[in-house]
């Protein structure tokens, strides 16, 4: 480990955001402490750690806190580097400008999209209209992937997995939890037939296995925790 210094991330279990930064540290198989957070009475170390937010995920390097999650990512990348270690993002840097165009991709456009779905909507109306954003989203990043040239074998990354696979694999959880809600597939092998299988490689991935969740059900149960986190408060 560089320098030496501890790993800690503090974090929500279900959150796609602290998900990604998990996947990260495993694929570079470094050791780190997770701290479980309760959103309803954050920690005084969360609450120092990230004063200008407030949320989740907070990677302590060394005490020192990264926040954000893309940012925690290129970090990540940035300082555990070198012969033998998996990189996030490619070396060349017209590739890293790519890899990032893709991952904010999927934050603004699948990433609102759950958002809606799950906390922001509030007619059934709204909830389609946010599942079709997402299915369109996922469309297009099939796309991306034919235009890689993959086959159904590789990952955005190429053979690894990289920033765009963490970025987007982090919200797998989820989507199995709204598959169940909403009694439709969001990955659907017969609309995006390279992303069915790209789920099931990411999934199968060992940097995934212990942390992107895969029972529903239990996220489903999570749910009005959050709901109750996130509902306006009364003045």
Partial sequence: MAGGDELKVLGVWTSPYVIRVR????????????????????????????????????LLHGGRPVNESQVILQYIDEVWSGAGVPSVLPADPYERAVARFWAAYVDDKVGSAWQGMLFTCTTEEERAAAVA???AALQ??????????DKGEGFFGGDGIGLVDVVLGGYLGWFRAVDRMMGRRL????????????EDRFRAAEAAQSVVPDDADKMLEFLPTLLALSAPKSK
């Fill in 23 to 58: 996947v990260a540290l495993n694929l570079k198989s470094l050791p780190y402490e997770y701290v479980e957070e309760n959103l309803g009475s954050k920690s005084a170390l969360l609450l120092g750690s990230n004063p200008v937010h407030k949320t989740v995920p907070v």
């Fill in 133 to 135: 954003r997402a299915v």
């Fill in 140 to 149: 297009t990043l099939e796309g991306a992937l034919a235009e890689r040239g």
């Fill in 187 to 198: 990955i659907d092998p017969a609309r995006t037939p390279l992303l069915a299988r790209w």
